[in-house]
């Protein structure tokens, strides 16, 4: 297709570009998906919406390189995470929103390069495991 002439025509062949790519549920290169829409490269995942090269995920949105996550939205290369939203490079977070580089925390925000904490306080690995399990039952995860 040739370059656009004028402003007006980028806006018109980006604005068609756009709800194209809004409006679309195929998907492309997966395995084993179920009740998936407009996923690319994901495998064995489940009710999940635009996520891409993920896999074992559960009623995610919008997620790259994940995997086993669950309920999560706009989150890239996490694992094992559940609820959480924005967050990147992480693993085992639960209801955290954009923390980077994390480990095990439960209930933070915007937290880089923190293991151990709860709604963003440190806790030792002991203490954290407990409380955790408390919070999870009482919150009814």
């Known amino acids: 297709m ?3 002439e004028s402003p007006s025509e980028f806006e018109r062949r980006l604005a068609a570009l756009l709800a194209e790519a ?29 996520v891409s090269r993920s896999q074992y995920c559960r ?11 669950a309920s999560c939205t706009g989150c ?13 490079e992480s693993a085992y977070l639960t209801r955290c929103q954009a ?15 923190k293991d151990f904490h709860i709604l963003n306080e ?5 203490t954290y495991f407990a409380v955790t399990a408390k919070l999870a039952r009482q919150l009814g995860r």
Do not use: I, M, Q, W
């Open 122 to 126: 440190p806790y030792d690995r002991e």
């Open 22 to 50: 809004k409006d679309r549920t195929t998907n492309v290169g997966c395995v084993a998906c179920e009740r998936c829409a407009g996923c690319t490269d994901a495998t064995f995942c489940e009710d999940c919406k635009n």
């Open 2 to 4: 040739p370059v656009p």
């Open 76 to 88: 890239t290369s996490c694992s094992h995470c559940e609820r959480c939203e924005r967050c990147s």
């Open 59 to 69: 009623r995610c949105t919008d997620c790259v390189d994940c995997s086993h996550c």
């Open 99 to 113: 923390c980077a580089g994390c480990t095990y925390c439960f209930g933070c925000v915007g937290l880089v390069r």
